[in-house]
């Protein structure tokens, strides 16, 4: 099939049209607003659901609402909106309902910068909102990874009946590049039932309820065991990752988003160094590949692991417990909208290796 | 010999928690026998808020949800937009719709949102225990206000039905309560008129209930009924605040 050129913003929302998504929700933040944008006009013409909210808190309780009601729901925002979007997640993750949340990340804290970031990663994978819950978290770091894993985010919200989370950085919702629809769309009708859904009991059936109340301590600690066993399940299924040149690498990096480009392009510069670099790139960011990192890391090629952010360092934690302490473990980042280039990450690697 | 009176088929058998002498009982009642009566139980789906009537969800026979504090007018907004044909209502206190909810209450009247919304204005936070809400009168005390409401300090009660009515999208809104029976029928006749008008299509509905909390004003429940008549009417005055059928003829 020919390529076509998409802006990433418009891209994520179209993948998610094709993905049998037919109801959207959104408030208007940068760097992310084409996407309400492109919704407003596509969503119609599928026969769907665009709403532009009051609120980030409004737009997520309608995805609630409507995730409840058994419809595939998205919503998307920027860092500020998707703080506040953060009740509206613990909720759905407490009730069990399936969604898509993208978060297309700005620099903060705070109001911040509209430009690219990844300031938002521990909010993603350790959870901005109250309570013992996780997000299945996507890192794309292209705009064909963006649309290809878009169905399958759909598909494990249904399966496992948790919001998924796309999380992208600016850079990847702002740019252009060719991409291919490689899956055919998906039609809603072809869904799997959501027997659970509260669409009225045709006074057929007991009432479906959406709740996450367990006022008794006991429920409410069963309802917790239940759900992390499913996150254990998620955990042992879901994780997803790429490596480029890590086999016998001296030098690794890891990273996620835009920062695995330049990754890339800094092992290039340290390759004409005569210095062989591997990019290790984590594609879920919850759950995290920990063994698969440790399995690299462990090579006795490797002298040390660099993780590359557009943060001032909140994957390198995760690197640090995957890594486990087998290899030294260094850190390269800017933060709010500035981005490393591809020769102060091979400088950060050449630091690292003493050179 | 001839039933007289019965659970309505809008109630399931669950025993409610409510204090003994709060109204929060009889407006479910009310809800649930018009539900029954326009034959929609089967497609009706309600929306229980954060409060003393959290656990509506188990009480009224239809498919539900529990929605976050103040969010279950955007919850309904989602389930409605969803499934055009089905009824969909919130049931809400003073605090979840009038404070933290004012938000989502105010847009889904603006938006014309094809709701009914039951709001529950007791003047007080119930299930926290008794803290100041925005519709407690000056005046009267609070475990957030122990010397009464100061209006230099915390304003005055906000009147959400009036509020309401100002915004086009609002199809009806009627204040009502149920301290008589003559009270009571007014009130069912008000609640049965938002869901007919929703059926109709015609756009948003609220019917503000003034409710005692006897329990967190202190009073009986026969001292609640009388402090309500003589001190929250006043304030909040009963009427149809907002009527499109009148205006259309
Ligand atoms: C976000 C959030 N803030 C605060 C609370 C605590 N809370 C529970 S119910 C309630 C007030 C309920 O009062 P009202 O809506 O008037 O209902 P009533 O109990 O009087 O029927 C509050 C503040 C909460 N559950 N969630
Ligand atoms: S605390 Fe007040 S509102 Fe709540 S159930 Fe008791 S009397 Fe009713």
Redesign the pocket.
């Known amino acids: 099939m020919a390529k076509e050129l998409w802006k990433g913003n418009e891209a994520i929302a179209e993948a998610a049209i094709r993905a049998g998504c037919r109801c959207y929700f959104g408030y208007p933040i940068t760097p992310q607003s084409e996407i309400p944008e492109y919704m407003s006009l596509h969503m119609p013409k599928a026969g769907g659901v665009f709403l532009q909210s009051e609120s980030e808190i409004a737009a997520i309780n309608m995805v609630y609402g409507a995730s409840g009601a058994g419809a595939r729901v998205m919503t998307s925002s920027s860092s500020p909106g998707v703080s506040l979007k953060q009740e509206g997640i613990s909720y759905m993750c407490g009730a069990e309902l399936p969604g898509v949340i993208v978060n297309v990340m700005r620099g903060g804290p705070g109001l911040g910068t509209i430009q690219p970031a990844q300031g938002d990663y521990f909010q993603a994978t350790r959870g901005g909102g109250n309570g013992d819950y996780r997000l299945i978290v996507f890192a794309p770091a292209n705009i064909q990874e963006v649309v290809d894993l878009m169905q399958e985010a759909f598909e494990l919200a249904d399966q496992y009946r948790m919001p998924v989370m796309m999380l992208l950085d600016g850079m990847i919702g702002q740019m252009m590049e060719p991409i291919e629809w490689k899956k055919p769309p998906v039609s809603p009708d072809d869904l799997p039932a959501k027997p659970w859904a509260t669409t009225g009991t045709k006074e057929g059936r007991a009432p479906n309820i959406i709740n996450s109340l367990f006022i008794d301590p006991e429920a409410c600690n069963v309802h917790n065991q239940r759900l992390e066993e499913k996150y254990r399940r998620v955990i042992e299924n879901e994780q997803r990752y790429e490596t480029n040149d890590t086999d016998g690498a001296e030098v690794i990096f890891v990273a996620y988003g835009t920062p695995a480009r330049l990754a890339r392009a800094a092992a290039g510069l340290l390759e004409k160094e005569g210095i062989k670099a591997g990019v290790f790139r984590p594609v879920t960011v919850w759950p995290y590949p920990y063994e698969a990192l440790h399995e690299v890391a462990i090579q006795d090629s490797v002298k040390v692991v660099v993780t590359v952010e557009m943060s001032t360092g909140q994957m390198v934690d995760d690197v640090r417990i995957g890594v486990n302490g087998v290899k030294p473990v260094s850190f390269i980042g800017q933060a709010g909208g500035v981005i490393p280039t591809p020769r102060e990450v091979a400088n950060a690697a050449l630091k690292a290796l003493g050179r | 010999m001839a039933i007289v009176y019965q659970r309505s088929k809008g109630l399931t058998d669950v025993e409610t928690?409510?204090?003994p002498?709060?109204?929060?009982g009889i407006i479910h009642r009310l809800v649930a026998e018009t539900l029954e009566e326009l034959d929609i139980l089967g497609k009706t789906i309600g929306v229980a808020p954060v409060?003393?009537s959290v656990f509506a969800y188990d009480y009224f026979n239809c498919d539900m949800q529990e929605a976050a504090h103040g969010r279950a007018p955007a919850v309904a907004t989602g389930i409605k937009r969803v499934l055009p044909d089905k009824v969909v209502f919130t049931y809400q206190?003073d605090g979840d719709l009038a404070a933290i909810g004012t938000g989502e209450i105010t847009h889904a009247a603006m938006r014309g949102e094809n709701i009914t919304t039951i709001f529950v204005n007791?003047a007080?936070y119930?299930?926290t225990g008794?803290q100041m809400a925005p519709t407690t009168l000056v005046g009267q005390r609070a475990t957030t206000a122990p010397l009464g409401r100061e209006k230099s300090h915390a304003g005055s009660p906000i009147r959400i039905a009036e509020l309401l009515a100002t915004l086009d999208g609002a199809a009806y809104i009627e204040r009502v309560t149920v301290t008589s029976p003559a009270n009571v029928m007014r009130a069912k006749r008000a609640i049965r008129k938002a869901f007919e008008l929703q059926l109709e299509g015609r756009g948003f509905t609220m019917i503000e209930v003034l409710?005692?909390?006897?329990?967190?004003?202190g009073l009986t429940p026969v001292k609640a009924l009388e402090w309500l008549n003589e001190n929250m009417i006043p304030v909040f005055p009963l009427g149809v605040y907002k009527d499109i059928t009148k205006e259309e003829a």
Do not use: A
């Open positions: 928690h409510y204090c002498g709060c109204t929060h409060g003393c206190g007791n007080i119930g299930m008794g409710s005692t909390c006897p329990t967190n004003w």
